[in-house]
């Protein structure tokens, strides 16, 4: 089914194996990676039919109509369940640029999140703050073990960051080792410390890679802007600057 989406979910303990890229555009479960996923949740209505149409309710607060059916998979060592999601004919599923790798948002959509903060409070000023995370000493870690080490720390460090967020925030992968995480409703840097201090946190937790732990930590560069009129080129920017300058920092 050309336009699909699907994962396979334990039915034990509601963990996903694995999910293709479509899927992860519309629900955003690579976050849901080292947690269990509540259908439930995802999809209100449920009965745990084989095949089912109902609402699929998306992370971002979109919704679209679509046929959903499980088929039980019988494997040597262990069970599983394909979900598969298929939008109705004349349904326009919800689009998020994606970035393949981590299953993260892409730059492309930061100034789509500032749009639907807008769309919630039309004609009122959003307060926000952006932060710029860059992985201090990764090349090291793809000279010294493979690229593919690598790799597993982006994605790792991925599912580790969104769970340091609030809901209405996004985290993105701005490209290589750079991430951008942009908060609504913050008016002063002191506002950010829990939040800084809990993605350091999750970063300075080892990464274990075929059985060996690698270290990594974080600069943060930190920015405001007193409404989503400010330009976020210049934010980014501005953002950017200021994680430079703590690099320099002795």
């Known amino acids: 089914m050309r336009n699909s989406g699907s994962c396979l979910v334990d039915p034990k303990t509601g963990r996903v194996s694995s999910l293709d890229s479509r899927m992860a ?44 059916s499980f088929l039980p998979l019988a494997g040597p060592k262990e069970n599983h369940i394909l979900v598969t999601i298929r939008p109705l004919e004349g349904q326009p599923a919800p689009t998020l640029f994606c970035d393949a790798l981590t299953g993260l948002p892409d730059r492309r959509e930061l100034a789509n999140q500032r ?24 090349k090291q870690i793809n000279d010294r073990h493979g690229h593919a080490a690598g790799d597993r720390v982006l994605t790792t460090l991925a599912t580790r960051w969104q769970k340091c967020v609030r809901e209405n925030d996004l985290l993105a992968r701005y490209g290589g080792d750079e991430f951008v995480v942009l908060l609504a409703g913050i008016g002063r840097k002191q506002e950010l410390e829990p939040i800084i201090a809990r993605l350091v946190a999750a970063t300075a937790k080892p990464i274990e890679v075929e059985q060996i732990e690698l270290n990594v930590t974080a600069t943060i560069g930190v920015a405001l802007a007193e409404d989503t009129s400010v330009d976020l080129d210049q934010l980014l920017a501005e953002a950017d600057r200021d994680m430079y300058a703590r690099k320099e920092k002795p």
Do not use: N
């Open 25 to 68: 555009k519309w629900l955003d479960l690579q976050a849901k990676y080292d947690g269990t996923l509540c259908l439930a949740e995802l999809m209100p209505g449920l009965v745990g039919e084989l095949t089912q149409k109902t609402t699929v309710v998306c992370k971002s607060g979109d919704e679209f109509q679509a046929e959903v």
């Open 115 to 138: 749009a639907r903060w807008q769309e919630q409070v039309p004609g009122q000023p959003i307060p926000h703050a952006a932060l710029f995370l860059d992985l201090d000493g990764f």
